[in-house]
């Protein structure tokens, strides 16, 4: 379930503990930072293909959502050459803005690529693994 280099593998979960960071500190230029250009998101929540897209789907969770933690475990990690696949839990609180909470456990399963010495995010297909919602949790998204 890990294979390749201990430098390559701490280089990749070091992308996912910024991609959660970025999340949790509502920073969207550190967010795209772990996409490549062509980066694709696959799954439910919404699929998107490339900065322009990813950027708008990340306005699109934002303008309902006021907050959202958003911690990782890894589960995989397999490094070939410059491409890897790797897949993740997360554990999501997202508060609403018009009230209401929604916790999720989701799985990731990740394409990453190395450009320009740096592993980034090229496929992150995303499904809901547990949904505990609040009765009074308004997705709106």
């Given at each position: 379930?890990?294979?390749?280099?201990?430098?390559?593998?701490?280089?990749?979960?070091?992308?996912?503990?910024?991609?959660?960071?970025?999340?949790?500190?509502?920073?969207?230029?550190?967010?795209?930072?772990?996409?490549?250009?062509?980066?694709t998101r696959l799954g439910e929540g919404g699929e998107?293909?490339?900065?322009?897209?990813?950027?708008?789907?990340?306005?699109?969770?934002?303008?309902?959502?006021?907050?959202?933690?958003?911690?990782?475990?890894?589960?995989?990690?397999?490094?070939?050459?410059?491409?890897?696949?790797?897949?993740?839990?997360?554990?999501?609180?997202?508060?609403?803005?018009?009230?209401?909470?929604?916790?999720?456990?989701?799985?990731?399963?990740?394409?990453?690529?190395?450009?320009?010495?740096?592993?980034?995010?090229?496929?992150?297909?995303?499904?809901?693994?547990?949904?505990?919602?609040?009765?009074?949790?308004?997705?709106?998204?």
């Amino acid at each position: 379930m890990f294979t390749g280099s201990a430098e390559d593998q701490l280089k990749i979960r070091e992308r996912i503990d910024s991609y959660c960071d970025a999340i949790c500190r509502t920073a969207l230029d550190d967010y795209l930072a772990c996409w490549t250009e062509d980066g694709t998101r696959l799954g439910e929540g919404g699929e998107c293909r490339g900065t322009a897209e990813l950027r708008a789907h990340w306005d699109g969770i934002w303008r309902v959502v006021s907050k959202m933690a958003f911690m990782a475990q890894i589960g995989a990690i397999e490094v070939t050459g410059d491409h890897a696949r790797a897949r993740s839990y997360c554990l999501e609180i997202l508060q609403f803005r018009v009230g209401g909470t929604r916790r999720l456990i989701g799985t990731y399963d990740d394409k990453l690529r190395r450009v320009d010495g740096e592993w980034l995010f090229s496929e992150r297909r995303y499904r809901i693994f547990l949904d505990e919602s609040s009765p009074d949790a308004k997705d709106e998204s």
